[in-house]
T-cell receptor, first 118, second 111 residues
Framework: EAGVAQSPRYKIIEKRQSVAFWCNPI?????LYWYQQILGQGPKLLIQ????????DSQLPKDRFSAERLKGVDSTLKIQPAKLEDSAVYLC????????????????FGPGTRLLVL | DAKTTQPPSMDCAEGRAANLPCNHS???????VYWYRQIHSQGPQYIIH???NNETNEMASLIITEDRKSSTLILPHATLRDTAVYYC????????????FGSGTQLTVLP
């Protein structure tokens, strides 16, 4: 079974530039999450999708961050303009409710995109 | 979701069992205990989860106390590749809500 795919793996930009990350969840997983992980901390949720609808974006800094999942499969997360404090790993995860095989009610994470803002 | 408490770090000798404790004294009857780990520069990896019975899979065993207020993740024969941050997370059964990560336990397996 293919895992959660993310690209790029690494990105270096200057502050005030824009950047976009892409995620393709495990086939059949309707729920998709974007987490931000700052160095030395656990991941924190930015946004959660159910199919192509937003379930929870309460912790997303909407003045600079946006995300979409237009066809209910893959998703993009954008930052515009980036700030120094956005330097972090951005993790995408998808959720198996039991229809796609594997342990039920389990989130699977991609490898993450490491962003450095200079 | 209930809060969890874990020691910040632990060491274990290679080949020995690693026992990682977690306290979740405010857990509700409808909340699972999940364990994930994060190896350096990788995304979190699912290990195991349980509700009230002990669970075992190819990676680890999960022992949950009878009152469900604490649990222990057991890696039976730790290897150097098990060096990682281990997160204990509590989440409601049947919920697709986010996982709320704490600081976890940094397990270092020593040769």
């Amino acid at each position: 079974e293919a895992g959660v795919a993310q690209s790029p793996r690494y990105k270096i930009i200057e502050k005030r530039q824009s950047v976009a990350f892409w995620c393709n969840p495990i086939s059949g997983h309707a729920t998709l999450y974007w987490y931000q992980q700052i160095l030395g901390q656990g991941p924190k949720l930015l946004i959660q999708f159910q199919n192509n609808g937003v379930v929870d974006d309460s912790q997303l800094p909407k003045d600079r961050f946006s995300a979409e999942r237009l066809k209910g499969v893959d998703s993009t997360l954008k930052i515009q303009p980036a700030k120094l404090e956005d330097s972090a790993v951005y993790l995408c995860a998808s959720f198996n409710k039991g229809l796609a095989g594997g342990p039920v009610e389990t989130q699977y994470f991609g490898p993450g995109t490491r962003l450095l803002v200079l | 979701d209930a809060k969890t408490t874990q020691p910040p770090s632990m060491d274990c000798a290679e080949g020995r069992a690693a026992n990682l404790p977690c306290n979740h004294s405010t857990i509700s009857g409808n909340e699972y205990v999940y364990w994930y780990r994060q190896i350096h520069s990788q995304g979190p990896q699912y290990i195991i989860h349980g509700l009230k019975n002990n669970e075992t899979n190819e990676m680890a065993s999960l022992i949950i106390t009878e009152d469900r207020k604490s649990s222990t993740l057991i890696l039976p024969h730790a290897t150097l590749r098990d060096t990682a941050v281990y997160y204990c997370i509590v989440r409601v059964v049947g919920s697709a809500r986010q996982l709320t990560f704490g600081s976890g336990t940094q397990l270092t397996v020593l040769p």
